[in-house]
Structure formats: structure tokens, C-alpha cells
């Protein structure tokens, strides 16, 4: 009699939601990312085990550039991407291979992301700020990047003709670092975590932040119409990144002085974690904590503006908008 007892017992447990809750297997998703700060939320939630929590088993992959993780989600190598808008982007978007499903990185006054950085030959001559980057070899990934539009950005602001700046696309972050400190271009954009040793060892010249000169929506979280379907999936990977934007938010970025996070009690295992997943010393991710709303909004304008520059550069086909590569169920707009 005891016997059946503690079958039944097993059973009812097992019916239970607690006991429904354990049997459950936690759905599996690859999110694709830069080693960058930009995606500081997506290691917090990785290494506090809030996905998990969520119920979630996610891989990460890692990727040297934004444009392949756009590929990687549109063919399902990976379910999610997080990082720059890029021409590349927005036209798989506008073909409808890609949705948009929530906001990242930004460049933002005070918190150094992207920065324009000269040669020392070149800063030697003539090149001291970002405005006289006007007519000379200037190195980005790829062309219609992120680093492209800001420096279009740039360009608008000082009234000087974009195509009158030698663009050299280099398809990785690391050749355009290279290139920077072996002289064979005049300037760069780099994000600050990978220019930072380079300009600690003297190896290049900071010019200024983007940031600080022409702020914009950044980056994004997006995945394919296929995933954005699977709406537990996708529900479960947002609350779960909200939980870290706040987290980032409350703790990192209301700290920032100067375009520096302070080293604390309460920031340094938040910058641990950051430190951990971008492969640099904690004294370094300090001075390049990229902005990110604590509530996950994207600025759908300007996401906008993105298109129709991207447009009218020839990068981007025409014939769609912001609202048609944005999942409007999931997005919170600013």
C-alpha cells in the first residue's frame, strides 16, 4: 500500500505546475554578436543566467562583423541577431527575410561606442578633428555599415561631400585597426573597444566620438519571420533582455562620468561580465560603455531617417519603410 501511496504521490507532483515547470525543456535559441559592449545586456542575461531562467538554453556566436550576422539569421544558422543596422541589414529586411523585434546600442553624448580615429602621420599633418576628415582614406568594414552612415552623418553636419572622402572597406574590424596603425589609410571608425589598445599603445589618434557628434539608433535585436512566429521563443528572449537592459541601465550607465563607468562595489560585476565576454581587462570596457535604453525602446524615427539615407545613397532598394521591417507586437517604440 505504501508502495502505490508514493506512485501516486510521484504523479500528482508531476501535475502539479511546479512539477509541469521541471519537465518542461527550455527552448533552445543561437543569438549571433560582436564581442563589443554594444551587446553588454545579451552576456549580462547569458552569465546571470537569465535566460535560463526564462527558459532558454542559449548558445552564443560570435561574428567580426555586423553584416554576416544579418546573413546568419536570414539563412537560420542562428535565431537571433544583435548588433548595427547596416545597408546590408535593411535590404534583407526589406525583402522580408528579416524582422526587427527590439532596440539595442545607440550613439549617445557621454558614452563613447564609435569613435573616428586619424593615423599619426595623418594627425601629424592636418588631421585633428572629425570635420577635416573631408578628402582623405578613411577605412570602414564594409560599405553601407554602420561606420558608413555615421560617417555620412558626419558629413551632412560639416556640409562637406561625402564623396569626396576616400572610403576603403575592409571587412573586419581588425584589418581596419590594422590598417589604422600600419598607415595604410588616413583615419578610421572603430568602436572603442577595439581601438582602445590601439591608441594606448600609440598607435593611432582619437578625433572625437560619434556619439557626441551625430547620435542615432544603433543597433537592434532582430531574427527571421520564421522565428518571430515561434512567439514563446521570442517573448521568452525579450523579458529576459529587458531584465538585463534595466540591470545595465540602473547600475552601469547612470554612473558614467565623463564618458567613463567608475569600478565599485555595485559596477564592477556587471563590468566583469562585459570584460569576460569582449576579451578585455575591466579597465578598459570602462571608457566604452555604449548606451542602451533601459527599457529596450527603439527610435523607430530615426530607424527611418536610416532607411531613407541609405536609400537615396543607392545602398538600400527602395520601396519599403521603417514599418515594414518592424515587428510591431514586439517593438517598443521611442
Request: aromatic letters at 8%.
Given at each position: 500500500?505504501?508502495?502505490?501511496?508514493?506512485?501516486?504521490?510521484?504523479?500528482?507532483?508531476?501535475?502539479?505546475?511546479?512539477?509541469?515547470?521541471?519537465?518542461?525543456?527550455?527552448?533552445?535559441?543561437?543569438?549571433?554578436?560582436?564581442?563589443?559592449?554594444?551587446?553588454?545586456?545579451?552576456?549580462?542575461?547569458?552569465?546571470?543566467?537569465?535566460?535560463?531562467?526564462?527558459?532558454?538554453?542559449v548558445?552564443?556566436?560570435?561574428?567580426?562583423?555586423?553584416?554576416?550576422?544579418?546573413?546568419?539569421?536570414?539563412?537560420?544558422?542562428i535565431?537571433?541577431?544583435?548588433t548595427?543596422?547596416?545597408?546590408?541589414?535593411?535590404n534583407?529586411?526589406g525583402?522580408?527575410?528579416?524582422k526587427?523585434?527590439?532596440?539595442?546600442?545607440?550613439?549617445?553624448?557621454?558614452?563613447?561606442?564609435?569613435?573616428?580615429?586619424?593615423?599619426?602621420?595623418?594627425?601629424?599633418?592636418?588631421?585633428?578633428?572629425?570635420?577635416?576628415?573631408?578628402?582623405k582614406?578613411?577605412?570602414?568594414?564594409?560599405?553601407?555599415?554602420?561606420?558608413?552612415?555615421?560617417?555620412?552623418l558626419?558629413?551632412?553636419?560639416?556640409?562637406?561631400?561625402?564623396?569626396?572622402?576616400?572610403?576603403?572597406?575592409?571587412?573586419?574590424?581588425?584589418?581596419?585597426?590594422a590598417?589604422?596603425?600600419?598607415?595604410?589609410?588616413?583615419?578610421?571608425?572603430?568602436?572603442?573597444s577595439t581601438?582602445?589598445?590601439?591608441i594606448?599603445?600609440?598607435?593611432?589618434?582619437?578625433?572625437?566620438w560619434?556619439?557626441?557628434e551625430?547620435?542615432?539608433?544603433?543597433?537592434?535585436?532582430?531574427?527571421?519571420?520564421?522565428?518571430?512566429?515561434?512567439?514563446?521563443?521570442?517573448?521568452?528572449?525579450?523579458?529576459?533582455?529587458a531584465?538585463?537592459?534595466?540591470?545595465?541601465?540602473?547600475?552601469?550607465?547612470?554612473?558614467v562620468?565623463?564618458?567613463?563607468?567608475?569600478?565599485?562595489?555595485?559596477?564592477?560585476?556587471?563590468?566583469?561580465?562585459?570584460?569576460?565576454?569582449?576579451?578585455?581587462?575591466?579597465?578598459?570596457?570602462?571608457?566604452?560603455?555604449?548606451?542602451?535604453?533601459?527599457?529596450?525602446?527603439?527610435?523607430?524615427?530615426?530607424?527611418?531617417?536610416?532607411?531613407?539615407?541609405?536609400?537615396?545613397?543607392?545602398f538600400?532598394?527602395?520601396?519599403?519603410?521603417?514599418g515594414?521591417?518592424?515587428?510591431?507586437?514586439?517593438?517598443?517604440?521611442?
Amino acid at each position: 500500500m505504501r508502495g502505490l501511496a508514493l506512485i501516486a504521490l510521484a504523479v500528482l507532483l508531476a501535475m502539479s505546475p511546479r512539477g509541469t515547470a521541471r519537465a518542461e525543456e527550455p527552448l533552445k535559441a543561437k543569438v549571433g554578436v560582436l564581442r563589443l559592449s554594444s551587446s553588454a545586456p545579451v552576456f549580462i542575461a547569458q552569465d546571470k543566467g537569465y535566460f535560463r531562467e526564462a527558459g532558454l538554453d542559449v548558445e552564443l556566436r560570435f561574428f567580426d562583423a555586423a553584416q554576416p550576422i544579418a546573413v546568419a539569421t536570414t539563412s537560420g544558422d542562428i535565431d537571433f541577431g544583435v548588433t548595427a543596422f547596416t545597408a546590408g541589414l535593411y535590404n534583407l529586411a526589406g525583402k522580408g527575410t528579416l524582422k526587427v523585434i527590439g532596440g539595442m546600442s545607440r550613439e549617445k553624448a557621454g558614452y563613447p561606442l564609435i569613435g573616428y580615429f586619424a593615423s599619426n602621420n595623418a594627425y601629424a599633418i592636418d588631421l585633428k578633428t572629425p570635420r577635416d576628415l573631408a578628402g582623405k582614406r578613411v577605412a570602414v568594414t564594409q560599405f553601407g555599415s554602420s561606420f558608413h552612415y555615421s560617417l555620412g552623418l558626419l558629413a551632412d553636419k560639416y556640409g562637406f561631400k561625402l564623396a569626396d572622402v576616400k572610403i576603403i572597406p575592409l571587412q573586419s574590424l581588425s584589418n581596419v585597426a590594422a590598417a589604422l596603425k600600419g598607415e595604410t589609410v588616413d583615419a578610421a571608425l572603430l568602436p572603442a573597444s577595439t581601438a582602445r589598445k590601439l591608441i594606448d599603445d600609440g598607435g593611432a589618434k582619437l578625433l572625437g566620438w560619434v556619439g557626441d557628434e551625430t547620435p542615432w539608433q544603433l543597433g537592434a535585436v532582430f531574427a527571421s519571420p520564421r522565428t518571430v512566429a515561434d512567439k514563446p521563443l521570442v517573448t521568452k528572449l525579450l523579458a529576459a533582455l529587458a531584465r538585463a537592459d534595466r540591470e545595465y541601465h540602473d547600475v552601469i550607465l547612470v554612473a558614467v562620468k565623463h564618458g567613463k563607468a567608475p569600478i565599485n562595489e555595485a559596477t564592477r560585476p556587471l563590468l566583469e561580465i562585459i570584460a569576460k565576454y569582449t576579451n578585455l581587462p575591466v579597465e578598459q570596457v570602462v571608457g566604452n560603455c555604449a548606451y542602451i535604453d533601459p527599457d529596450g525602446r527603439l527610435d523607430v524615427k530615426n530607424v527611418g531617417n536610416q532607411i531613407e539615407w541609405l536609400q537615396q545613397q543607392g545602398f538600400v532598394d527602395k520601396g519599403f519603410n521603417a514599418g515594414d521591417i518592424i515587428a510591431g507586437e514586439f517593438v517598443k517604440p521611442d
